[in-house]
């Protein structure tokens, strides 16, 4: 069983970039980086999102295989190399996509379902990364929708956080290790 690391924060707080510095320092000679980018564009705002983060890859000195899924990430565990490091950006966003999927799905499911993906990337990497955002409390609403939005992305973090090795609070650009030690 491979290495969990959780990063969470607020929006735009410099974890995908952090993520990607501690997947490179963690790597050993032999070790694959593999970046799981779960984006979709939805807007404008998203497409230059995802644009830079793959410029960002791509002028990298690092050699970073990305595999864009925006869903159902169990499907990709098989094409996992057992010596990689994966960086999962970000579980927000994919239960973004799963949860308000044209289809109503019931969020208990989804949330199993994202877990039990998670613990299949853990056993198969030797290291995984999940990046995600803490929205708890950044949206009050009355929505339903955006009520179980958060009680279950509030739910994935406490777990995350109980399997992770080290836990991680991206504050104003800067780590603050909640959990373990990097």
Known sequence: MGKLLFITGGVRSGKSSYAEKLAVALRKSNEVLIYLACGVVTDFEMEERIIKHRLDRQSSPENWTTIERPKAIHGIVESIPSNSIVLLDCLTTLLTNELF?????????????????????????????????????DIPSNSKDILRFQRTLGKLHMNMVEMAHTAIDMTVGVPVVKKGAT
């Open 101 to 137: 999927s044209l289809e109503k799905v019931d969020s208990t499911i989804v949330e199993k379902e994202i877990y039990q993906a998670v613990k299949l990337l853990m056993d198969k990497a030797d290291v995984l990364i999940v990046v995600s955002n803490e929205v708890l409390y």
